[in-house]
């Protein structure tokens, strides 16, 4: 049995209607490397994660910890016509940013308000979220090479 994560990256795929070389090719990444995701084999490093979650529109917690095709199909049969969970309208799967418009550093906060965003505050963001997860990655790492440490949740 596949992975949950692997199991929706399938059917995530499918339900775009692309084939493993197009969503590879899509995140930037080699066919078979993509494949791996899918059986399970492999898991994506955060920045290639993120890139994962903007191309299915997806939440970061829904492909990690919930059955979408499952999700799928009970709002279809409650007449919610092609409705999947998606990123929070604050956070667009697509980003347009301008070519000349420099990177920055991501702020303390997520923005907030209901206002459009411009795509600076949207990767700021997103930065933002990486950042988090990646001091939660650094706690996980540090916890696991502590001898008796007990990991939290467990």
Known sequence: ML???AKN?????EKKGENQSETASALNLSRSTYANYETG???PKVDIAVKIIGHFGVTFEDLMQTDIQDVYLSEKKSDTKNKLVSIPPSIPSCIPMPADQPVVSAPSQ???G?????GADVLAALLE???KLRQDVDLLKKDLATPGAAVAGA
């Open 129 to 131: 979220e990486v950042r």
């Open 9 to 13: 990256l399938v059917f995530l795929r």
């Open 114 to 118: 209901g206002g459009a965003q411009s």
């Open 41 to 43: 084999d492999n898991l």
């Open 110 to 112: 997520v923005p907030t």
């Open 3 to 5: 992975p949950l994560f």
